[in-house]
């Protein structure tokens, strides 16, 4: 079963548009941790943010924010005054322990994001 | 602080054969995990090394190996190699269990 569900496969939008990016999550356990990774062209996953589940304090970076809501099982990203440069594949990943895995990260399939000039 | 470093970039195999992939992670990192991206699994995790030891594993078959040298240095290997063996495999990184990931820029192979 699909533990973190990124339902927007793609999304497009105009430079400056703010976007959204949505990641729904599903975990039976109280400790957990959620990341936001992005993912250019050249490949290289690169880490944005990690949250635990027992902070639900929003954030901000720059053009970036993140709002987590345990009552609805969401930690969703949201783009201010989008730019070329965030074109890129956005993974949610989801992070509980598992005697096999671990602490492992459990990734949705990414929404693909293209902001055009 | 150099990044995640995976060699080489790119590998082009035939059916049959087998691979080794070649990972160094960031400075002072002991834990390093593999993942596996297909555009229709996505990104799946293979296995995770701390101090030399495989630590935690993925649902993967005994085909795809790894090992972990002293210095942090990892290798991933994939013997008698199959058509959706071809992926884009990802080495990371990380200071412990919970920490971030870092990940490297990744080994694209292609199996024909």
């Known amino acids: 079963a699909q533990k973190v569900t990124q339902a927007q496969t793609e999304i497009s939008v105009v430079e400056k548009e703010d976007v959204t990016l949505d990641c729904v999550y599903e975990?039976?356990?109280?400790?957990?941790?959620l990341f936001w990774y992005k993912q250019p062209p050249s490949g290289e996953l690169v880490f944005l943010i990690r949250r635990n589940s027992f902070d639900e304090q929003n954030e901000i970076s720059g053009r970036y924010s993140w709002n987590f809501q345990k009552s609805t099982s969401s930690f969703n990203f949201t783009i201010t005054a989008s730019q070329v440069v965030d074109s890129a594949v956005y993974f949610c990943?989801?992070?509980?322990?598992?005697?096999?895995?671990?602490?492992?990260?459990?990734f949705g399939k990414g929404t693909s994001l293209l902001v055009t000039p | 602080k150099a990044g995640v470093t995976q060699t080489p970039r790119y590998l082009i195999k035939t059916r049959g054969q087998q691979v080794t992939l070649s990972c160094s992670p960031i400075s002072g990192h002991r834990s390093v995990s593999w993942y596996q991206q297909t555009p229709g699994q996505g990104l799946q995790f293979l296995f995770e090394?701390?101090?030399?030891?495989?630590?935690n594993k993925g649902n993967f078959p005994g085909r795809f190996s790894g090992r972990q040298f002293s210095n942090s240095r990892s290798e991933m290997n994939v013997s008698t190699l199959e058509l959706g063996d071809s992926a884009l495999y990802l080495c990371?990184?990380?200071?412990?269990?919970?920490?971030?990931?870092?990940f490297g820029n990744g080994t694209r192979l292609t199996v024909t």
């Open positions: 975990t039976r356990d109280t400790t957990y941790y």
């Open positions: 990943a989801l992070s509980e322990f598992s005697s096999n895995s671990g602490y492992a990260l459990n």
């Open positions: 090394y701390f101090s030399e030891t495989q630590r």
């Open positions: 990371a990184s990380r200071y412990e269990g919970r920490s971030p990931l870092h």
